[in-house]
């Protein structure tokens, strides 16, 4: 199993373009995530699904849009970069949104908007 | 809302020495506790978790945490920490969302 792939592992925007982060698991897990790491604030959550056509906003939502058609693909658009948006972005999913799962990471992307 | 913070941002020890890393919580009801480790360039990965029973839970790499309620605290250790395991730790709560301390970068000293 490939497990939590991403693409791409880097991306430099300008202010104003928009991209898609790709996500997908080969794990069947219901459960998927977007967060975004900054230095010295941990990793906070931007979108989650519970599974495919189910979408629910987490802790820092704006400026991103998701969507589930399947389970294995959860893609992250960014619709109108800023650079506040720069940061590095980990897709995570797991079996099911049970409090007691762990989650699996993929090796994230570095996004640089300028 | 649950939380969890880390007291420390970074944790600096010889190879061979004890190792702990500090992490508190604030919950509404029974906590669901996580440990993640993420090394250089390198997405997260699990260590162990709390959920109920045993107060010492073991995990991964030979690291282990103690529960301890009455503290509200969850520390991640390891008796004898190798230079391999330095690398950024988070700490984590599951309240069907999951939410990370900050971190705290352990080094190991050779």
């Known amino acids: 199993n490939a497990g939590v792939t991403q693409t791409p592992k880097f991306q430099v925007l300008k202010t104003g373009q928009s991209m898609t982060l790709q996500c997908a698991q080969d794990?069947?897990?219901?459960?998927m995530s977007w967060y975004r790491q900054d230095p010295g604030m941990g990793l906070r959550l931007i979108h989650y699904?519970?599974?495919?056509?189910?979408?629910d906003q987490g802790e820092v939502p704006n400026g991103y849009n998701v969507s589930r058609s399947t389970t294995e693909d959860f893609p992250l658009r960014l619709l109108s970069a800023a650079p506040s948006q720069t940061s590095v972005y980990f897709c995570a999913s797991t079996v099911s949104s049970g409090r007691a799962n762990e989650q699996f990471f993929g090796p994230g992307t570095r996004l640089t908007v300028l | 809302a649950q939380s969890v913070a880390q007291p420390e941002d970074q944790v600096n020890v010889a190879e061979g020495n004890p190792l702990t890393v500090k992490c508190t919580y604030s919950?509404?009801?029974?906590?669901?506790l996580f440990w993640y480790v993420q090394y250089p360039n390198r997405g997260l990965q699990f260590l162990l978790k709390?959920?109920?029973?045993?107060?010492l839970v073991k995990g991964s790499y030979g690291f282990e945490a103690e529960f301890n309620k009455s503290q509200t605290s969850f520390h991640l250790k390891k008796p004898s920490a190798l230079v391999s395991d330095s690398a950024l730790y988070f700490c984590?709560?599951?309240?069907?969302?999951?939410?990370f301390g900050a971190g705290t970068t352990v080094t190991v000293r050779a």
């Open positions: 984590a709560v599951n309240d069907y969302k999951l939410s």
């Open positions: 699904s519970v599974g495919a056509g189910i979408t």
């Open positions: 919950v509404s009801g029974n906590p669901y």
């Open positions: 709390y959920i109920t029973g045993d107060n």
């Open positions: 794990m069947n897990h219901e459960y």
